[in-house]
């Protein structure tokens, strides 16, 4: 069972930066991506960021230009570096792997709260 560990949330203040990591244990076979999700409250679940195996990225159209994902050498830690961080950016941050044999996994989540 693919286990995820997330750590980096917190509160910032609007323009400020974060930085969220990801660990990815007991991958078996690989991975095809590692990516970010976020939820704000009374909003549906959405893609921020993805890396796919091969070293392509996508952003949201929300946050490119400010938001920057990155892997360690092995694949299985995903970086997200935030910066310019609006309050709309305020939400839980999920870490999200589909495994090479195309499993999906979740973290718990992070929040990301950015207030004055």
């Known amino acids: 069972q693919v286990q995820l560990v997330e750590s980096g949330g917190g509160l910032v203040q609007p323009g400020g930066s974060l930085r969220l990591s990801c660990t990815a244990s007991?991958?078996?076979?690989?991975?095809?991506?590692m990516g970010w999700y976020r939820q704000a409250p009374g909003k549906e679940r959405e893609l921020v960021a993805i890396?796919?195996?091969?070293?392509?990225?996508d952003y949201a159209n929300s946050v490119k230009g400010r938001f920057t994902i990155s892997r360690d050498n092995a694949g299985n830690v995903v970086y997200l570096q935030m910066d310019s961080l609006k309050v709309e950016d305020t939400a839980v941050y999920y870490c999200?792997?589909?495994?090479?044999?195309?499993?999906?996994?979740w973290g718990k989540g992070t929040l990301v709260t950015v207030s004055s």
């Open positions: 999200h792997v589909l495994t090479a044999g195309l499993m999906p996994y």
């Open positions: 007991r991958v078996m076979f690989g991975i095809e991506s």
């Open positions: 890396s796919r195996r091969g070293g392509s990225t």
